[in-house]
Nanobody
Framework: QVHLVDSGGGLVQPGGSLRLACAAS????????MGWFRQPEGKEREFVAG???????????YYSVPVKGRFTISRDHAKNTLYLQMNSLKPEDTALYYC????????????????????WGQGTQVTVSS
């Protein structure tokens, strides 16, 4: 079982930036895709960004409409760490953010679905407020 640990959340003013990190440990060699989801208080968990790769570097990234152009997903293969750079943050970005490891090799059309995930981080709170 892959173990994921999220970090980097906090309180930031509107327009500010944060970078989330997700450290993966365990049998990560079979991982082909990871992503970030978020869950605002009282709402369902929603897809934020996903990254698929084949081998040690590169990959294809995907974003939800609300964050496209403001958030960037990336990974450091050597450190087994996934990142989410969040810029131009808005109050509506406030949520608990979760790192996710997808099951197998997902196709793009399934990456929005939490049922495609087989491992979750513990979550890190992001609050955007003045």
């Amino acid at each position: 079982q892959v173990h994921l640990v999220d970090s980097g959340g906090g309180l930031v003013q509107p327009g500010g930036s944060l970078r989330l990190a997700c450290a993966a440990s365990g049998p990560t060699v079979s991982t082909n895709a990871m992503g970030w989801f978020r869950q605002p208080e009282g709402k369902e968990r929603e897809f934020v960004a996903g990254l698929r790769w084949n081998g040690g570097s590169g990959g294809n990234s995907y974003y939800s409409v609300p964050v496209k152009g403001r958030f960037t997903i990336s990974r450091d293969h050597a450190k087994n760490t996934l990142y989410l750079q969040m810029n131009s943050l808005k109050p509506e970005d406030t949520a608990l953010y979760y790192c996710a490891r997808y099951r197998g090799r997902p196709i793009m059309s399934t990456m929005w679905d939490p049922e495609s995930v087989d491992s979750w981080g513990q979550g890190t709170q992001v609050t955007v407020s003045s």
